[in-house]
């Protein structure tokens, strides 16, 4: 999970998450990947859930908020908000735009305006895990 922190998480990527994670707590149990054993049952086994995803989120979103009080420079590389063209083609998926969707925040702008306040930050975060 090292630098998790600046990991844009596609639909692609989240499945490679979850993927591993079942990677991992199957050698944990030493579940040999020939068994035929549902991913519901190696939770069951385990008296888990799913965690890595909601862990990387929460990451993401305290150093977001922590960048986001600061007036310096890596506000605007993580908005995007830079000058000049983009590339041609279709838009790639930010960091805020992820984030956005988790929080259940509709719109980018709302959520940058409540990264400055830590209180509520704090609470929207802890409502989202």
Known sequence: MYGSEAWTITNKFKKKLEAVEMWFLRRMLK???????????????????RSLLDKIRKRQA??????MRQEKLEILIITGMMTGRRCRGRQRERLTDGMAKWL????VVAMLQKTKMRQVWGRLIANAM
């Open 104 to 107: 259940g925040i509709g719109c």
């Open 31 to 49: 579940i040999p990947w020939t068994a035929k054993k549902t991913n519901e049952r190696v939770l069951q086994e385990a008296q888990s859930k």
């Open 62 to 67: 305290t150093f977001f908020g922590h960048i």
